[in-house]
């Protein structure tokens, strides 16, 4: 029945293609979502704005272009301490000399893992000998 209703009115009355794309329209953008339509780009200007505004709030928070000299100063003053003689005893001749460490081969610049490993073979060295 409403089909012939549909029919009737699609015979009586003239509707050319704009005027039924314009009446479908809402129908079309509910049924079709993932086709948008295209939108006008307004980038540039809104770009501009906001870069514009990223640099006015940069310089109001940084302060840019003024030094802060204090920010290289040290927070307690140093204190020049002399070097410390090591202590000499009698018995110091009596002791014995430490044996010299073997010298390792340097590794390749660049092999971080093998330096890693080669410090964990030395300090298990160091708990055996000890």
């Known amino acids: 029945m409403i089909l012939f209703v549909f029919?009737?009115?699609?015979?009586r009355l003239y509707l050319d293609r704009a005027e039924w794309?314009?009446?479908t329209e809402p129908l079309r953008r509910?049924?079709?979502?993932w086709r948008q339509p295209v939108r006008p780009?307004?980038?540039k200007e809104s770009l501009a704005a906001l870069l514009s505004r990223r640099g006015q709030v940069?310089?109001?928070?940084?302060?840019a272009g003024q030094p802060r000299p204090e920010l290289f100063?040290?927070?307690q003053p140093v204190a020049a301490t002399p070097p410390v003689a090591a202590p000499t005893t009698a018995k110091a001749s009596e002791a014995k000399p430490a044996a010299p460490a073997a010298p390792t081969p340097a590794p390749?610049?660049?092999?971080?893992?093998?330096?890693?490993l080669e410090a964990?073979?030395?300090?298990?060295?160091?708990l055996d000998q000890s």
């Open 120 to 126: 964990k073979r030395r300090a298990s060295r160091k």
């Open 41 to 43: 780009a307004e980038t």
């Open 21 to 23: 794309l314009k009446a």
């Open 73 to 75: 100063e040290p927070a």
């Open 7 to 11: 029919d009737v009115a699609i015979r």
């Open 30 to 33: 509910r049924l079709f979502f």
């Open 58 to 63: 940069r310089a109001e928070k940084t302060g």
């Open 108 to 116: 390749e610049r660049g092999a971080h893992t093998s330096r890693l």
